[in-house]
């Protein structure tokens, strides 16, 4: 009776032990800005409390790397995440996608260049200057419907004000919206 129970119990270890190894837990897309703990930029000291409870918020937002198609560029933080949700432009209604955006250190050039490389197949736009980069090759417009519903990357200098306490010397923003 004894060998029984021992045997029952080792063999639901086993099963258990299997069950677990083939569920690996989820890969974040990226890592999210890590807190500093003070104010690390000149002039913006009033902007990080701000800053905290947006990361925080991230932080419970960002999704599992299998759920984003653009892979996220190497060594960029995440410092914002929204979720997608109706919305309308001129009075157009859609449904806008969510989206991340990234900070890195890295210059504009480089960045689109990693992601023309990474999405072939994705349709290279310039916008006043911006680069983007969306799936497929029909109409994209960015401020209106095309732009929200269609996944999309979008990649543009950083300008100061913009930066955030936990990244001081980014120098680029990245922003991907994903189905």
Avoid: C
Wanted: aromatic content about 8%; overall charge negative.
């Amino acid at each position: 009776m004894l060998m029984t129970m021992l045997r029952a119990t080792l063999v639901a270890g086993l099963l258990a032990v299997l069950a677990l190894s083939g569920t690996a837990s989820a890969e974040p897309y990226a890592p999210v800005a890590k807190d500093p703990g003070k104010p690390t930029i000149a002039g913006q000291e009033a902007g990080y409390p701000l800053e905290q409870m947006m990361l925080q918020a991230t932080a419970e937002m960002v999704p599992d790397r299998s759920a984003v198609e653009q892979p996220p560029y190497p060594g960029a933080v995440i410092v914002t995440a929204q979720k997608g949700g109706p919305g309308s432009s001129n009075d157009v209604p859609f449904v806008a996608l969510p989206s991340l955006v990234l900070h890195t250190t890295d210059d504009v050039a480089k960045v689109v260049a990693f992601y023309v490389e990474s999405l072939p197949g994705w349709t290279r736009y310039d916008y006043f200057g911006m680069d983007y980069l969306y799936k497929g090759s029909g109409e994209f417009k960015p401020m209106e419907k095309s732009g929200r519903e269609t996944p999309n990357v979008f990649v543009m200098e950083l300008p100061a004000a913009m930066r955030f306490h936990a990244m001081p010397d980014a120098k680029t923003s990245i922003t991907i919206s994903y189905k």
